[in-house]
Every structure is written in C-alpha cells, then in structure tokens.
C-alpha cells in the first residue's frame, strides 16, 4: 500500500523559496571565491612581475659593470705593453 502525501500550496512555495535562497546563497558564494582567485591571481601576477624588471635591471648592471671591467682591463694592459715598449727604446 502506497502513502500518498499531499504537500499543502504553501509548503510548496515556502519550500520553493528556501530552495532559490540556497541556490542564491551558493552562487555568491561561488562568486566571492572567483573574485578572490582573481584578486590572489592578480598580487602574484605583480611580485612576478616586479621581480622580473628587478632582475632585467640587475642584469643590465651587472653587464654593464663587466664591460667597464672588460675596457678598463683592455685598457689598462694596452698602457702596460706601450710602457714595456718604451722602455725598450730608451
């Protein structure tokens, strides 16, 4: 023998609203975390980013701190060869 169970019109519509509130409670839910992903995506987005041109410009100081060192090397035994040259001529 089957219970048949009659549900009342405003248990219907009280169940109904309970059902859309839950449904609109998880999609906020749901939104506020998409909304922290994004927030939390963006700050590592810009460390990354800082950190990179903070590496690109280390880079190019350290580069151009060797050429210096490359030149005044050059530069320095070039005026040593001459000064063994001379002395030679002497």
């Known amino acids: 023998m089957a219970i048949i169970q009659k549900v009342s019109?405003?248990?219907s519509i009280m169940l109904q609203r309970a059902k859309r509130a839950d449904a609109a409670a998880l999609a906020e839910a749901r939104s506020e975390a998409r909304r922290a992903?994004?927030?939390n995506t963006l700050a590592k987005s810009d460390t990354l980013r800082?950190?990179?041109a903070n590496?690109?410009?280390q880079n190019s100081a350290d580069?151009?701190?060797l050429m210096a060192r490359i030149i005044q090397s050059?530069?320095?035994a070039d005026a040593k060869a001459k000064a063994?040259?001379?002395k030679?001529?002497?």
Request: net charge neutral; hydrophobic share 50%.
């Open 9 to 11: 019109a405003y248990d």
């Open 37 to 39: 992903a994004a927030q």
């Open 50 to 52: 800082y950190t990179l």
């Open 55 to 57: 590496a690109a410009a």
């Open 63 to 65: 580069q151009s701190q």
């Open 74 to 76: 050059r530069v320095a």
């Open 84 to 86: 063994a040259a001379d």
């Open 88 to 90: 030679w001529y002497r």
